[in-house]
């Protein structure tokens, strides 16, 4: 046993930002509420972070705001590593594990405007700020008279270049304006059965090393639901060989006793979408007859 869990205060790893900080003091609150045990933060600064106005497609390799962090784990900086969980890779770093998740916030995307108006106030030639190639393939679909441009920085950033006239509107995570109090910045939480998510996008993930005394403590803070939906999306996302490049939304949910799942993919200029459910306690079959209507 380390240390930090002998002691009782969890080590938790995570980025800066504003955002970071503020999902690692919720997985500290969940620790302490069902594990019993008190946490400190380890900031860490991970490439993507070394590399902020790089675009996304052009950063090499995969795992730009989760490797570092791995890295810290691995070395035993940290006992518990806290990530967005769509910013995790599909394959974790050897001797990893996600051994729990929270319970997920809003999963939808959010349109952010200066005078705060929706999608239709937007004058066609608009720019609308997002490096997600899913969101740019999603609005283009519904507003193709639009231009989606690239945009790095954490959420105050892209909120300044909003406020500044350097786009005309922004597509964000809600759930992240949520954590950050900015609620009232939203023009529009977008219906994700049509502008569907990220595989993930709302859950706050929590990595350890495997068998570890703090993977044990850290997995009395997961949420059933909450896995069972992530885990799902997440195996559409590696059954289709994707990455966070990859213009794919997924959104599982419970509904009366099933799992219900929304896809897009978007592939050549063309956008399938497929929407199907199944036995929620087979959410690997339905993850599998997903991925194989999206192809």
């Known amino acids: 046993m380390s240390p930090a869990t002998t002691a009782a205060v969890l080590r938790l790893a995570c980025r800066g930002s504003a955002l970071a900080r503020a999902q690692a003091a ?6 302490r509420e069902r594990a019993g045990h008190d946490s400190e933060l380890v900031i860490v600064r991970t490439g993507g972070d070394r590399q902020p106005t790089t675009p996304i497609d052009e950063m090499e390799g995969q795992g730009w705001f989760t490797a570092d ?3 810290t784990l691995l070395g035993n900086r940290a006992d518990v590593a806290v990530h ?35 999608m239709d106030s937007l004058a066609a030639g608009s ?9 740019a393939a999603l609005l283009g679909a519904i507003r193709p008279d639009l231009l989606c441009v690239p945009i790095r920085g954490n959420v105050d950033t892209r909120l300044a270049k909003l406020d500044r006239g350097e786009v005309d509107a922004l ?23 049509w502008f569907v998510p990220a595989p993930a996008q709302g859950a706050i993930a929590l990595e350890a090393v495997t068998d570890s005394p703090a993977a044990v403590v850290a997995a009395d803070a997961d949420h059933a639901p909450t896995t069972v939906t992530v ?7 590696l059954a289709l060989g994707g990455g966070c490049l990859l213009p794919l939304g997924v959104w599982a949910r419970l509904e009366e006793g099933r799992l219900v799942v929304s896809a897009a993919l978007e592939r050549d200029g063309t956008l399938a979408r497929v929407e199907l459910s199944g036995d929620a306690s087979r959410p690997g079959e339905l993850s599998e007859r997903v991925a194989g209507a999206l192809r």
Not at 26 to 31: F, I, Q, R, S
Not at 92 to 116: E, F, M, S, Y
Not at 127 to 134: D, E, L, P
Not at 231 to 237: D, I, P, T, Y
């Open 231 to 237: 885990r799902c999306e997440r195996a559409v996302l």
């Open 171 to 193: 597509l964000v995570a809600s759930a992240g304006l949520d954590r950050l109090g900015l609620s009232g910045r939203v023009a529009a939480r977008l219906d994700p059965r």
């Open 26 to 31: 919720l997985a500290g609150e969940a620790l």
């Open 69 to 71: 962090i791995e890295r």
């Open 84 to 118: 967005s969980a769509k910013d995790l890779p599909t394959t974790l770093a050897a001797g990893l594990d996600v051994v729990a998740l929270l319970p997920r916030a809003d999963p939808t995307d959010a349109l952010v405007t200066r005078n705060g108006h929706g």
């Open 127 to 135: 720019t609308v700020g997002s490096s997600s190639a899913r969101r």
